[in-house]
């Protein structure tokens, strides 16, 4: 339901092995499982995903948020206080494997390619070496598709980092409006959300103690993640699963949770 849970099994089947394998495979240290665990993501099961959910997985602290560089794996964390994720799952259907995730990609490095030969910056290898004037610049040459998948990634990289600062100043409402405008962005320019994802993104914008509210992982069905006041949790989940069934005649699943350590063994 997009949250994660091949990359979880990945990596708690990993962290376990090292465990029981000392000399075949205890020598790997955690990101060297994280980026066993993406490959067998990539070639076994056949996802094209990045690195960052099996990352998560495997070095996420409790009470943090991970903060990090998929190019050069540099990470950090950020304070995670006063708030709590309340995950809604919308029970419409999710897979991406069938090709529709794996055809944005597309657009994003096709988009990427035609900036970097119109600008003969042959150093451009991802969307990030790209700036908003350049995408702007540039605009006339690319499809349609391309310009809105990549307006999405350049934007969102930009909300990243805007939603880190705010959690480095305890600005929790900052972090929703960027949780909530990057919904807006994968709706509209990246095309991964659902019928059900932006109405259970609706119902959760005005209830009280909501900060944000964005669909989570890949989209296309699943889950959304809300930012919550501790507080108001209690409420806010009743209400929500009360909005979504009345416009959706779907009862929807809630839990809420925080941050949590990575993947770990012990021995019992």
Request: aromatic content about 6%; overall charge negative.
């Amino acid at each position: 339901a997009a949250v994660s849970s091949s990359a979880a099994l990945e990596m708690a089947t990993a962290v376990m092995l090292s465990k029981l394998f000392p000399e075949q495979v205890g020598h790997l240290d955690q990101v060297a499982l994280v980026k066993v665990a993406k490959a067998a993501e990539n070639n076994f099961v056949g996802m094209g995903c990045g690195i960052l959910d099996q990352f998560s997985s495997g070095m996420g602290k409790a009470g943090a948020l991970l903060f990090l560089d998929c190019r050069t794996l540099d990470h950090n964390t950020v304070p995670f206080t006063g708030v709590q994720f309340v995950l809604a799952n919308t029970h419409a259907p999710h897979s991406l494997v069938d090709g529709q995730y794996d055809m944005l990609r597309r657009h994003c490095e096709a988009a990427k390619d035609v900036i970097a030969k119109a600008t003969g910056r042959m150093d451009i290898t991802h969307l990030r070496d790209v700036s908003y004037e350049m995408l702007q610049a540039n605009k006339s040459k690319l499809s349609k598709d391309q310009w809105h998948r990549a307006l999405h990634v350049i934007t969102e990289n930009a909300r990243v980092l805007e939603g880190v600062e705010a959690c480095k100043n305890g600005d929790m409402e900052k972090l929703g409006k960027c949780m909530s405008a990057s919904h807006a962005s994968s709706r509209d320019d990246f095309g991964n959300s659902c019928r059900e994802l932006d109405i259970m993104q609706t119902c959760a914008a005005d209830i009280p103690g909501a900060l944000g509210s964005r669909l989570m992982g890949g989209g296309f069905g699943g889950c959304t993640i809300n930012l919550v006041k501790t507080e108001c949790v209690e409420a806010f989940v009743e209400e929500l699963s009360r909005r979504y069934q009345a416009q959706t005649n779907i009862a929807p699943s809630v839990f809420v949770c925080s941050p949590g350590d990575g993947a770990f063994t012990e021995v019992l």
